[in-house]
């Protein structure tokens, strides 16, 4: 990430345990990687609300029955997610493709041309192939909570790949990214 000139945006979704909280942010400063970091739990309070706030900037959450849920009753990471991703597809200049099929189940968006992902059923995954054997070399690249199944034979896939691969293809190649892993 950091040759490439991007920066991350971190959301850690791993619950209340500081210890494994630790974990992250010590592999984090390990690897000397840059990134905004959103700690889901740590502003667990402010779901009460239809908003979270990051980096000083106040956002409103992405509320949805499927996965999703409403700021007055139970929410999951995906609130903060798609929020976020909807930011990124309206702001990102040209196409996007998406790697692995989220949006598709939440909205329909005309920016996001191509959806790959080896074994969703939607119509609108047009590439249905792992996401190393396609090429995303100058394109803008979404990818919501998706890479940290690769490599683990999630879905029924034997990969030799995993998600530090999957993310140094994707930043490396993508002319720009968003990444987003619970």
Not at 27 to 45: G, V
Not at 62 to 80: I, K, L, Q
Request: hydrophobic share 35%.
């Amino acid at each position: 990430i950091k040759e490439s000139g991007k920066r991350a945006l971190i959301i850690v979704c791993v619950g209340t345990n500081k210890e494994t909280v630790g974990s992250i942010y010590r592999d984090l400063a390990k690897l000397k990687i840059e990134a905004d970091i959103f700690d889901y739990f740590e502003n667990a309070y402010v779901f009460a609300e239809d908003s979270f706030e990051m980096n000083q900037k106040k956002y409103m959450l992405y509320e949805h029955s499927y996965n999703c849920g409403y700021a007055d009753s139970r929410m999951t990471e995906r609130c903060v997610e798609l929020a976020l991703a909807k930011i990124y597809i309206e702001t990102c200049k040209g196409d996007i493709t998406e790697v692995g099929a989220v949006t598709p189940y939440y909205f329909e968006e005309e920016k996001v041309k191509d959806i790959i992902d080896p074994t969703d059923v939607h119509v609108r995954v047009n590439y249905k192939k792992s996401l190393f054997d396609c090429d995303l070399r100058g394109k803008n690249v979404l990818s919501i909570s998706t890479v940290e199944h690769i490599g683990l034979g999630d879905y029924g896939l034997a990969e030799n790949w995993n998600v530090i691969d999957a993310i140094e293809k994707i930043v490396n190649e993508s002319k720009t990214c968003m990444i987003t892993a619970p």
